[in-house]
């Protein structure tokens, strides 16, 4: 598996109409490629970056972050690859670092900016000849890797465990649950969750990057017979998207990492959309939007995959259908969704026919529709997930 993770430099874009106010990357897992755009300001329009596509420098690259400031990123059995963006959105290759487990999942930065955080399907093992964590794993437990980016030229030195030694030694990773697939970090707070066993892992974020478990530990949510396919999130809100019940389970950080039952618990997903693969919050924390790979209905008019959208109650954080018994129609095997950072666009990545969708945002009712000058946009072969600068996925 490959990582991909970007840190971006020297953008140069305006907020002029028609200018370009971000830049968007896509990785492609066909061809081992990242795609770049252009995301035009008048119409969401999407137009290729000079150069575009670009090799990711590794195979099959299943993350990307961008951060204001520098360049990173992972190449083959789990590398991560480094790259700086130029003035016109080209992406430029500078290094490639190793993190310590196996099978890497998801790459996330703090909220400074200041430290990546990599998301490994399996730990490392102890060698007992070597003393080394250089060994298969053995227990079925992921980890994170932690690195520190350097605010100028984006690149990567491991940071070890403070908090756990072996023989002496700090251990260079952080453990987390079983079989672990997908991160998420917000309010000084890091959650894992585990496919294992269908629970989250809560880290607190410390001094210096380091990671200390939440106490009392593991968080089990109450429903049963899950199938968690993505956790998001913002500020103290956490989403969970289940497949098994189409269904979105919200919770609520306390301050401490702790996370409790938003009220209401469980909010049923739109009657249309089933196979809820990934969910998206806008910047104002007022609307949830979940990706459905598929449909209950065999009414043609009702799109086979899709975005339903919900609004979040602020008074008692309940979800409310924005328009229920309506979705709003994507590309074919969905994957990842993104706001541009202007708040005026939504965008799919669609892994089963290469495309990318694009949607106008319609901040005071949270609606979605179509772009202006067409909201279907050929992408590089097998898109990933996608990220657009002035973000982090």
Same mark, same amino acid.
Request: hydrophobic share 35%.
């Given at each position: 598996m490959?990582?991909?993770?970007?840190?971006?430099?020297?953008?140069?874009?305006?907020?002029?109409?028609?200018?370009?106010?971000?830049?968007?990357?896509?990785?492609?897992?066909?061809?081992?490629?990242?795609?770049?755009?252009?995301?035009?300001?008048?119409? !969401?329009?999407?137009?290729?970056?000079?150069?575009?596509?670009?090799?990711?420098?590794?195979? $099959?690259?299943?993350?990307?972050?961008?951060?204001?400031?520098?360049?990173?990123?992972?190449?083959? !059995?789990?590398?991560?690859? &480094?790259f700086?963006?130029?003035?016109?959105? &080209?992406?430029?290759?500078?290094?490639?670092?190793?993190?310590?487990?196996?099978?890497?999942?998801?790459?996330q930065?703090? %909220?400074?900016?200041?430290y990546? +955080?990599? #998301?490994?399907?399996?730990?490392?093992?102890?060698?007992?000849?070597?003393?080394l964590?250089?060994?298969?794993?053995?227990?079925?437990?992921?980890?994170?890797t932690?690195?520190?980016?350097?605010?100028?030229?984006?690149?990567?030195?491991?940071? @070890?465990?403070?908090?756990?030694?072996?023989?002496?030694?700090?251990?260079?990773?952080?453990?987390?649950?079983?079989?672990?697939?997908? $991160?998420?970090?917000?309010?000084?707070? #890091?959650?894992?969750?585990?496919?294992?066993?269908?629970?989250?892992?809560? +880290?607190?974020?410390?001094?210096?990057?380091q #990671?200390?478990?939440?106490?009392?530990?593991?968080?089990?949510?109450?429903?049963?017979? #899950?199938?968690?396919?993505?956790?998001?999130?913002?500020?103290? +809100?956490?989403? @969970?998207?289940? %497949?098994?019940?189409?269904?979105?389970?919200?919770?609520?950080?306390? !301050?401490?990492?702790?996370?409790?039952?938003?009220?209401?618990?469980?909010?049923?997903?739109?009657? /249309?959309?089933?196979?809820?693969?990934y969910? $998206?919050?806008?910047?104002?924390?007022?609307?949830?939007?979940?990706?459905?790979?598929?449909?209950?209905?065999?009414?043609?008019?009702?799109?086979?995959?899709?975005?339903?959208?919900?609004?979040?109650?602020?008074?008692?954080?309940?979800?409310?259908?924005?328009?229920?018994?309506? *979705?709003?129609t994507?590309?074919?095997?969905?994957?990842? $969704?993104?706001e541009?950072?202007?708040s005026?666009?939504?965008?799919?990545?669609? /892994?089963?026919?290469?495309?990318?969708?694009?949607?106008? +945002?319609?901040? *005071? *009712?949270?609606?979605?529709?179509?772009?202006?000058?067409?909201?279907?946009?050929? *992408?590089?072969?097998?898109?990933?997930?996608?990220?657009?600068?002035?973000?982090?996925?």
């Amino acid at each position: 598996m490959a990582l991909f993770a970007s840190l971006v430099l020297g953008l140069g874009m305006t907020a002029c109409g028609g200018g370009t106010i971000g830049y968007m990357w896509v990785l492609g897992q066909e061809y081992n490629q990242i795609g770049g755009f252009k995301v035009d300001d008048y119409s !969401g329009n999407l137009t290729e970056v000079p150069g575009a596509p670009f090799d990711s420098n590794g195979s $099959m690259p299943v993350s990307i972050v961008v951060k204001s400031g520098s360049a990173s990123g992972r190449g083959t !059995g789990s590398s991560i690859a &480094v790259f700086s963006v130029g003035g016109d959105g &080209v992406l430029t290759f500078q290094q490639s670092y190793q993190s310590e487990g196996y099978v890497s999942q998801w790459a996330q930065m703090d %909220s400074g900016g200041n430290y990546l +955080y990599v #998301l490994d399907k399996y730990s490392p093992g102890l060698n007992p000849q070597t003393g080394l964590y250089d060994a298969p794993n053995t227990d079925g437990n992921g980890s994170v890797t932690v690195f520190a980016a350097d605010a100028t030229s984006g690149r990567l030195t491991l940071v @070890l465990n403070a908090n756990v030694k072996k023989s002496s030694v700090n251990i260079p990773f952080f453990e987390v649950g079983p079989s672990p697939f997908m $991160m998420k970090a917000t309010a000084g707070c #890091l959650y894992t969750v585990d496919g294992g066993n269908q629970t989250i892992f809560p +880290y607190v974020i410390g001094i210096a990057g380091q #990671l200390t478990p939440f106490t009392p530990g593991v968080i089990i949510p109450q429903e049963t017979n #899950l199938n968690i396919t993505s956790i998001n999130g913002a500020g103290s +809100y956490i989403f @969970l998207t289940d %497949s098994n019940g189409d269904q979105i389970l919200g919770f609520q950080s306390g !301050g401490t990492c702790n996370l409790a039952p938003l009220n209401g618990g469980v909010t049923a997903n739109d009657i /249309h959309a089933t196979n809820p693969v990934y969910s $998206m919050l806008d910047t104002k924390n007022q609307y949830l939007y979940v990706l459905n790979g598929s449909t209950t209905s065999t009414n043609p008019t009702i799109p086979y995959s899709s975005i339903s959208g919900f609004v979040i109650n602020a008074a008692n954080q309940e979800l409310t259908e924005i328009d229920p018994g309506v *979705t709003f129609t994507v590309g074919s095997g969905p994957v990842c $969704m993104v706001e541009d950072p202007s708040s005026q666009y939504v965008y799919t990545s669609n /892994h089963n026919d290469g495309t990318i969708t694009g949607k106008a +945002y319609a901040s *005071t *009712t949270g609606e979605l529709s179509q772009l202006k000058r067409g909201s279907t946009f050929p *992408t590089v072969g097998k898109p990933g997930c996608l990220v657009i600068s002035g973000s982090i996925d």
